[in-house]
């Protein structure tokens, strides 16, 4: 099995599923500093208009989940594992009004794991 690039904790997967209960389909995208910091943003699907500068990395709770081809250079030796954490934060990201925000963990890959990535792709 490929490592994977992303993942998601369960508290965070609780609050995607509630999520999508309002919002339907939903998406992920890796924010690149804008509003509040680097931040995990998520969106109804096809709500951001995604283009070639836009990688896709993976799939965490049946969303898929992107982030900018320049960020991504700067991130591609990490996992990183999508979690939440109390208070609102200062973005249009859709978990903001349950007063919890979406925040990324990352952690380099070891060797081995460096060795067998699941690919990515352009948007």
């Known amino acids: ?15 995607i ?5 309002s919002h339907g389909k939903l998406m992920f ?13 998520c969106f109804s699907e ?7 500068t ?8 049946d969303c898929d989940f ?3 081809k ?3 250079e700067y991130w591609k030796h990490t996992q990183l594992t999508i979690d939440i954490t109390e208070g609102r934060g200062a973005s249009f990201s859709l978990e903001i009004p349950l007063g919890v925000r979406f ?12 060795l067998d990535l699941q690919p990515v792709h352009h948007a």
């Open 46 to 52: 096809g709500e951001l208009i995604l283009n070639e």
């Open 1 to 15: 099995m490929k490592t994977q690039r992303v993942l998601v904790s369960d508290e965070a997967k609780e609050v």
């Open 29 to 41: 995208h890796q924010s690149g500093g804008c509003c509040d910091g680097s931040s995990p943003m």
């Open 70 to 72: 320049d960020q991504f």
């Open 66 to 68: 992107y982030m900018a």
């Open 17 to 21: 599923e509630k999520l999508k209960q």
């Open 103 to 114: 925040v990324v963990k990352s952690r380099l890959f070891s060797e081995q794991e460096a």
């Open 54 to 61: 836009d990688i896709w990395l993976g799939n965490i709770a």
